[in-house]
C-alpha cells in the first residue's frame, strides 16, 4: 500500500513564505515524478510544479520566480518553498507522486495553503 501524506500548509499574509512537504512510502518500484497541483475553492485543480527522478523541473507560469520544487530522494519526499505569496495561491495543495514503468498517479489528501490579503 503506498502513502502520501503532505504538511506544511496554513494561513500567512501576502508576501509571506511557507514550504510544503510531502512524503511517499509503501510499495512503489520508482517514483518517477513527484510534484504539487492545487484547487482553490470552486476551481479545477491546476498543475502547480513537477520533479522528475532525473531532475527535470517544470513550473506553472503563474509560480515561476516565486516557488521552488526541490526533491530528497533518499528520503522519498518532494518540497515546495512558496515565496511572495499572493492571496491567488490560497487553494488545497495536493502532492503527486508518479509510479513507473506502470504508470499510475498516487495523491495526497492534501494540505490547505491561506493567503490573507
Known amino acids: 500500500q503506498v502513502q502520501v501524506v503532505e504538511s506544511g500548509g496554513g494561513l500567512v499574509q501576502a508576501g509571506g513564505s511557507l514550504r510544503l512537504s510531502c512524503a511517499a512510502s509503501?510499495?512503489?518500484?520508482?517514483?518517477?515524478?513527484m510534484g504539487w497541483y492545487r484547487q482553490a475553492p470552486g476551481k479545477q485543480r491546476e498543475f502547480v510544479a513537477t520533479?522528475?527522478?532525473?531532475?527535470?523541473?517544470n513550473y506553472a507560469d503563474s509560480v515561476k520566480g516565486r516557488f521552488t520544487i526541490s526533491r530528497d530522494k533518499d528520503k522519498n519526499t518532494v518540497y515546495l518553498q512558496m515565496s511572495y505569496l499572493k492571496p491567488e495561491d490560497t487553494g488545497v495543495y495536493f502532492c503527486?507522486?508518479?509510479?513507473?514503468?506502470?504508470?499510475?498517479?498516487?495523491w495526497g489528501q492534501g494540505t490547505q495553503v491561506t493567503v490573507s490579503s
Open positions: 509503501g510499495r512503489i518500484f520508482s517514483m518517477d515524478v
Open positions: 503527486l507522486v508518479r509510479s513507473s514503468p506502470i504508470r499510475y498517479d498516487y
Open positions: 520533479i522528475t527522478n532525473g531532475g527535470n523541473i
